[in-house]
């Protein structure tokens, strides 16, 4: 069985920063693309950024030159480093990786982190 789990979500005032962890975790062959999502009350889940095994990223406009995504394969795990933070940027975010294991290749979810950006 598969997880993803998150971590670092929290309250930060304006122009602060935070970094989003998310680890892979169960019987896991390979994990190919990893990307963050989120979802604003009332909004759809949109597409925050992406990252491809090999490293390379491609952000959303409203995040770019703010965020940074990155990953370790030795310990199966995506990050979201978020600068300047917005109050547009609250959110729950979510990570997704589309991941190799014994049951076949399947995307999978995490189970969300909350971000609130306020003063």
């Known amino acids: 069985q598969v997880q993803l789990v998150e971590s670092g979500g929290g309250l930060v005032q304006p122009r602060g920063s935070l970094r989003l962890s998310c680890t892979a975790s169960?019987?896991?062959?390979?994990?190919?693309?990893m990307a963050w999502y989120r979802q604003a009350p009332g909004k759809q889940r949109e597409l925050v950024a992406t990252?491809?095994?090999?490293?390379?990223?491609n952000y959303a406009d409203s995040v770019k030159a703010r965020f940074t995504i990155s990953r370790d394969n030795a310990k199966n795990t995506v990050y979201l480093q978020m600068n300047s933070l917005k109050p547009e940027d609250t959110a729950v975010y979510y990570c997704?990786?589309?991941?190799?294991?014994?049951?076949?290749?399947?995307?999978?979810w995490g189970q969300g982190t909350q971000v609130t950006v306020s003063s």
């Open positions: 997704n990786a589309h991941i190799a294991s014994p049951v076949g290749v399947y995307p999978y």
């Open positions: 169960g019987s896991i062959f390979s994990i190919n693309a």
């Open positions: 990252i491809t095994k090999g490293g390379s990223a």
